[in-house]
């Protein structure tokens, strides 16, 4: 039976932390792995990471799994490091329907469901508002899944511009758009970023991103 290191009052050690919670799962007479939950949701189009808990042993171990349908699709198997009590499973969500996921003798329910109304996107990720810009600036935005392959644009006032360069999202299976401007074009003073995909009824705007911009010869004078 696994025993938890003996900790302070308000300790917040992680591995106290991590074996506390593995006494009271598998304390109880469970089976050697068990989920965290009964039942879950995973977003259609993009990808979740699952945890659960196991004995921990000496050697890194990736765990065999059994999935009732594919509406899911694994994208990392279930892994454990060598010493640790928590195991990873990272999925993504393929089409709308239930399903479970048995890894070991535990199971979990998935709930697949798509993007509905307005969270379908597109996302201004760098810079942050309120940031001081001058010179070359280039301005990051990440399309979701639902809008891949539609036409982005990328609004400065009047200005409309077109992406640079395009790539895969950091995070999830997203696209990820480059724009490039010159802040040294524009007037001092503060100025609204929005990205805008699609066109007529089906057009989906970011949130605002507010720059602030400066010359260049008033950031060189405060660095000399």
């Known amino acids: 039976m696994l025993k938890p290191p003996q900790c302070s009052f308000g300790a917040q050690r992680p591995e106290c932390l991590t074996a506390l919670l593995l006494a009271l799962l598998l304390g109880q007479g469970w089976a050697e792995v068990r989920f965290l939950s009964s039942s879950t949701r995973v ?7 699952l945890a659960f808990a196991i004995e ?10 059994q999935l009732t349908n594919d509406a899911v699709v694994v994208v990392r198997p279930p892994r454990v490091l060598a010493g640790h ?20 003798d535990a199971t979990i329910s998935l709930d697949v469901r798509a993007v509905r109304g307005t969270s379908a996107r597109p996302a201004i990720t760098m810079p942050v508002s309120g940031a001081v810009v001058w ?31 395009c790539s895969l ?10 724009f490039e401007l010159a802040a040294g074009d524009l007037p001092p003073g503060r100025h609204s970023l929005r990205a805008v995909a699609g066109s ?4 989906r705007w970011s949130s605002s991103v507010v720059i ?3 010359a260049a010869a008033d950031v060189a004078m405060f660095e000399a």
């Open 135 to 165: 010179g070359a600036l280039r301005v990051g935005v990440e399309l979701p899944p639902e809008l891949q392959g539609q036409d982005c644009r990328l609004l400065l006032g009047q200005q409309v511009f077109t992406p640079a360069d």
């Open 56 to 65: 921990p042993a000496e050697v890194d171990r990736t765990l065999a799994l």
């Open 85 to 104: 009590g928590l195991g990873f499973i990272r999925l993504e969500g393929t089409s709308e329907a239930q399903c479970q996921l048995t890894i070991a």
């Open 200 to 203: 007529g009824s089906s057009e």
């Open 212 to 214: 602030d911009a400066v």
């Open 169 to 178: 999202a950091v995070w999830g299976p997203g696209t990820r758009l480059m």
């Open 43 to 49: 977003q259609k189009g993009c990808t979740r990471i």
